[in-house]
C-alpha cells in the first residue's frame, strides 16, 4: 500500500525553497516543483493509459494551494473519463498564437476569481498595456527573453521603482503561467529576479525612496476633526468614522452593519477586506458608536456608507474630495511643497500620536491598525489578551481629536503601557 502523503498548509507550502518536487498531499500526485532559479509551480504527477505524464497546474503563489487542489481534481477527473489534458492542451495551444499580450490575457481571466479586490484585474491591465506590451505584447511568449525584460523595466528602475517593480513581478507571473503550459520549452523565466535580474539592476531597496501618504501634523488633528464634522453628508460620517477607528479607507467605505456590534461596541472586518487577509476586531470609542447611531439606514442595503447607488459603497474619492475642498493640508515633509492631507495619511497621524504624545507603545499602535508587528510572539500576544488595551487607545484618540491642543497633552502623559 502506497504511503500516504503528509498534508501541507498554505504556510507549509509558502516556505518550499528547496529545488525539486515536494509533494504536498490531499490529491495525490500534486507536487509543487522549485527550480534552480527560485520559481515554483504546481505539476501533477498522474497516469494515463500505459504513460506517465506530469500536467502543469500554473506558478506558485499566483495559484494558490486551494486553487492547486481544484485543478488537480479536475484534471484527474478528466483522465478517468478517458480524456488527457496534456494532448488537449497542446491542440489549443497549436491553434492560438500564445503572444505574451495573449497569456497575460489568459492569466488575468484564470485567476480573476481569487483575487479579493475587483480592481486587481484593471490594475494588472493598465499597467502591462502602459509599460509591457508596447515593447513585449505581440512577441511570442517563448522567445521572450531577459534582454526583452529588460527593456521594458530598466527605463523606469530609477524613477518609477515600485511600480515598474510590480510590472516586472506581474511579467513573472504571466511567463511562469506559460512555463507551466509547456508553452516555453526551456522551461526558464527571464523575469525572475533571484539569480538572474539581481545581477544586473540594483535591488528595489536601493533605489525605491519611500514617499508616505501626506498626514495631518497631530497637533492640527483637532482642528481638522472638526472642520470635517461641519461638512454635511454620508461622506464626512464615512471619513470621521475611518479617522476615528484609524482604518484603511477601502474597510470603511465598504464596512457593513452586519461587521457591527454596537451591544459590544467592536467592528469586525473580515479577512476577505483586510490587506493582510487576517479578521480584525476593531474596539469602538463611544465617539465612533454615537457616530454609528447618528448614520441613516438605508432600506435594501446593509452598507453604512452607500454611494449615490445605495447598493455601492461610497467612493474613496468622496473622502479626498471632502480634504481638498476643506483644504486640509498635510504636515510638511523634506523638501515636498504643501500638499493636501490624505484619507490613509490619517493613520499615520494615529501613529505618530500613540508614539510622541502617549505611553501605550508603537507595538500597540501597529496591532491597532492592523499591521505586521515585527516580532511574531509579540504580534499573537497583540491581537489576542491586548484587546482591552487596545479599546484604551481608540478611546484615548477620539478623546485626543475632540480636544483643542492647549489642553490635551497632560492628559495623554499619564497613559499606562
Known sequence: ??????????????????????????????????????????????????????????????????????????????????????????????????????????????????????KHAQQWTNTLVTYAYPLIGKKHIKDITKADVIRVIEPHWLTKNETINRV???IELVIDWAVARELRPDGRNPA??????????????????????PAVHIDEAHSAMERIKSSQGVGSLCLQFVILTAARTSEGTSATWNEID????????????????????????QAAIDLLIS?????????????LKITNPLSDMTLTSILRRLKIMAAPVDD????????????????????ERTTFGQSLAMASIAHKVVND?????????????RREVMTAWAGFLATPPANNVLQFKSATA
Not at 441613516?296 to 454611494?307: K, M, V, Y
Not at 510572539?377 to 488595551?389: M, P, Q, V
Request: aromatic share 8%.
Open 295 to 307: 448614520v441613516p439606514r438605508f432600506t435594501g442595503s446593509d452598507l453604512i456608507f452607500p454611494g
Open 168 to 170: 516586472r513581478n506581474r
Open 262 to 285: 454596537l451591544t459590544g461596541k467592536t467592528w469586525t472586518i473580515p479577512a476577505a477586506k483586510m490587506k493582510g487577509g487576517r479578521v480584525h476586531r476593531v474596539p469602538l470609542s
Open 1 to 118: 500500500m502506497p504511503k500516504k502523503v503528509k498534508e501541507l498548509t498554505a504556510i507549509e507550502v509558502k516556505r518550499l525553497v528547496i529545488p525539486g518536487f515536494h509533494s504536498v498531499g490531499t490529491v495525490p500526485g500534486l507536487a509543487l516543483q522549485v527550480t534552480d532559479a527560485g520559481s515554483r509551480s504546481w505539476v501533477l504527477r498522474t497516469t494515463i493509459g500505459t504513460r506517465r505524464r506530469d500536467v502543469g497546474l500554473g506558478g506558485y503563489p499566483g495559484v494558490t494551494l486551494a486553487m492547486a487542489h481544484e485543478s488537480a481534481r479536475v484534471v484527474i477527473a478528466e483522465v478517468k473519463a478517458g480524456i488527457d489534458p496534456v494532448l488537449r492542451r497542446r491542440e489549443v495551444r497549436d491553434h492560438i498564437e500564445w503572444t505574451f499580450e495573449t497569456c497575460a490575457t489568459a492569466y488575468i481571466v484564470s485567476h480573476r476569481a481569487g483575487w479579493k479586490n475587483a
Open 377 to 389: 510572539s509579540d504580534g499573537a500576544y497583540l491581537r489576542g489578551t491586548l484587546f482591552d488595551k
Open 336 to 355: 515636498h511643497p504643501a500638499r493636501v492631507a490624505t484619507t490613509h495619511g490619517f493613520r499615520s497621524t494615529f501613529g505618530d500620536w500613540v508614539v
Open 192 to 213: 525572475s529576479w533571484k539569480a538572474n535580474l539581481d545581477q544586473s539592476l540594483p535591488a528595489p531597496s536601493k533605489v525605491a525612496k519611500t514617499v508616505n501618504h
